[in-house]
C-alpha cells in the first residue's frame, strides 16, 4: 500500500507525500527489523534458559557420582594402607592385628576401582551444535570448559593408574579364593560396596610373598593419586553447579 502511494506521488510530483511516505516506509521496515531480532532474542534467551536447566540436571548427578567417587577411593586408601601396615606388623610380631574377616574386607576394597565421573551430555550436544554461545555467562562457560578438561585428564590419569597396578593383581589374588556363591543376581553392584566376592585368604602365603609389600604399595600409591584427581573434578564440578544456580536465578528475575 505504502510502495503503492509512493509511486503515486512520484507520478504527481507530490514531494511533501514523497517525504512522508518514505518516512513511513523506512520506518515500518526498521519496525519489523526490531520486532523480528526481538522475538529472536526471546528465542535465545527461552533456550538458554532451557539448557541452563539441563545441564543443572546432569550435574547434579555428576556431583553426586563424585562424592561417592570420592569416598570409595578414600575406602580404597585406606585399606591397602591398612593391609600394609598389617604386613609389616605381622613381619615383626608374628601377629596380624586385625582379624582374618577385616583383612578379607580389606583387600577386596584394595581391588575396588571407579570409574571418573562423566561429561555433561548437553554441554557436549552445545559444542556439536555450535550453540555454546547462547550461554551469556562467559564465568560459566569457561567453568564448563574447565569442568570438561579435568574430565579429560582424569581419564587420562584413570587409564595410566589402572594400567599401573593391573599386572600386580595376581600377586595379591594368588592368595585369596573365590567366594562360588557368587551369580549375577548377588554380585557386587553400585549400592552394595560391601558384597565381597573373595572368600579366603592364605595368610600364610600371603605373608611369605615377597611381592606382596610392592603390590600393595603400589596400590595405596595410586589410590591416593585417584583420590587426589577426583577431589580436583569435583572442584571444577561444584564451581559449575554453583554458577548454574546463579543462572538460573537471573534468569527467573529478569522473566517478563
Excluded: C
Excluded at 510502495?3 to 507530490?14: A, G, T, V
Excluded at 564448563?144 to 589374588?173: E, H, N, W
Excluded at 580436583?232 to 534468569?251: F, I, P, R
Amino acid at each position: 500500500m505504502i510502495l503503492r502511494r509512493l509511486s503515486q506521488s512520484f507520478k504527481e510530483q507530490n514531494w511533501t507525500a514523497i517525504v512522508i511516505e518514505f518516512i513511513l516506509l523506512v520506518s515500518g521496515v526498521f519496525l519489523g527489523i526490531q520486532v523480528a531480532n526481538w522475538n529472536a532474542t526471546q528465542q535465545d534467551h527461552k533456550r538458554e534458559a532451557e539448557f541452563i536447566e539441563r545441564l543443572g540436571r546432569d550435574f547434579q548427578k555428576i556431583d553426586a557420582r563424585l562424592a561417592d567417587s570420592i569416598s570409595r577411593w578414600e575406602v580404597k586408601t585406606t585399606a591397602s594402607l591398612r593391609v600394609l601396615a598389617d604386613l609389616e606388623t605381622f613381619q615383626k610380631t608374628g601377629r596380624w592385628p586385625h582379624s582374618k574377616a577385616q583383612l578379607l574386607a580389606d583387600l577386596n576394597n584394595t581391588f575396588n576401582s571407579r570409574i571418573p565421573a562423566p561429561r555433561s551430555a548437553t554441554y557436549i550436544e552445545l559444542l556439536s551444535a555450535g550453540q555454546l554461545g547462547l550461554i551469556r555467562n562467559a564465568t560459566l562457560r569457561d567453568a564448563l570448559l574447565d569442568y570438561d578438561a579435568q574430565y579429560g585428564y582424569s581419564m587420562t590419569a584413570f587409564d595410566v593408574l589402572v594400567k599401573r597396578v593391573d599386572p600386580l593383581m595376581a600377586t595379591i589374588v594368588a592368595h585369596l579364593e573365590f567366594d562360588q556363591t557368587k551369580t549375577n543376581a548377588n554380585m557386587p553392584n553400585e549400592t552394595n560396596s560391601t558384597d565381597f566376592v573373595w572368600s579366603k585368604v592364605d595368610l600364610e602365603q600371603l605373608a611369605a610373598d615377597p611381592k606382596l609389600k610392592v603390590a600393595l604399595n603400589m596400590y595405596a600409591s595410586s589410590s591416593r593419586n585417584q583420590l587426589f584427581v577426583a577431589k580436583l573434578q569435583q572442584t571444577k564440578a561444584l564451581a559449575v553447579t554453583a554458577l548454574l544456580k546463579s543462572s538460573a536465578q537471573n534468569a527467573e528475575k529478569n522473566e517478563p
